[in-house]
C-alpha cells in the first residue's frame, strides 16, 4: 500500500510564502515523478508542478511559473512545493501525486497518477 501525506498547507496573506511538503511510503514504492495538482471550490482539479525522481526534471503550469519551486529528497522520499509570492487565485486544496513506472506517460494529466493524498488546504487572503 502507497501513502502520500502532505503537510504545510494554511493561511497566508498576499504576497507571502509557504511550503508543502509530501511524504511517500510504502513496502512496494515505485515511482517514475511526483506531482502537484490543485482544486479550487467549483473548479477542476489542474496541474501545478511535477518533478522527476531520478535527475529531477521539473515543469510548472504558467501561472504559477516563477513563483513556485519543486523539489525532492530522495533519501527521505520527499517532494517539496516551496510558494512564493501567494496570490488569491493560489486559493485551492493542494494534492500530492506519485506517477507509477513506464516512463513517457503524460505528467500534466491528472488520471495519468496513480497515487494522491488526502490534500492540504492552502487560502491566501487579499
Known amino acids: 500500500q502507497v501513502q502520500l501525506v502532505e503537510s504545510g498547507g494554511g493561511l497566508v496573506q498576499a504576497g507571502g510564502s509557504l511550503r508543502l511538503s509530501c511524504v511517500a511510503s510504502?513496502?512496494?514504492?515505485?515511482?517514475?515523478?511526483m506531482g502537484w495538482f490543485r482544486q479550487a471550490p467549483g473548479k477542476e482539479r489542474e496541474f501545478v508542478s511535477t518533478?522527476?525522481?531520478?535527475?529531477?526534471?521539473?515543469s510548472y503550469a504558467d501561472p504559477v511559473k516563477g513563483r513556485f519551486t519543486i523539489s525532492r529528497d530522495n533519501a527521505k522520499n520527499t517532494v517539496y512545493l516551496q510558494m512564493n509570492s501567494l496570490k488569491a487565485e493560489d486559493t485551492a486544496v493542494y494534492y500530492c501525486?506519485?506517477?507509477?513506472?513506464?516512463?513517457?506517460?503524460?505528467?500534466?494529466?491528472?488520471?495519468?497518477?496513480?497515487?494522491w493524498g488526502q490534500g492540504t488546504q492552502v487560502t491566501v487572503s487579499s
Open positions: 501525486a506519485a506517477q507509477s513506472p513506464p516512463y513517457g506517460r503524460s505528467w500534466y494529466k491528472a488520471h495519468e497518477y496513480d497515487y
Open positions: 518533478i522527476t525522481w531520478s535527475g529531477g526534471s521539473t
Open positions: 510504502g513496502r512496494t514504492f515505485i515511482s517514475v515523478r
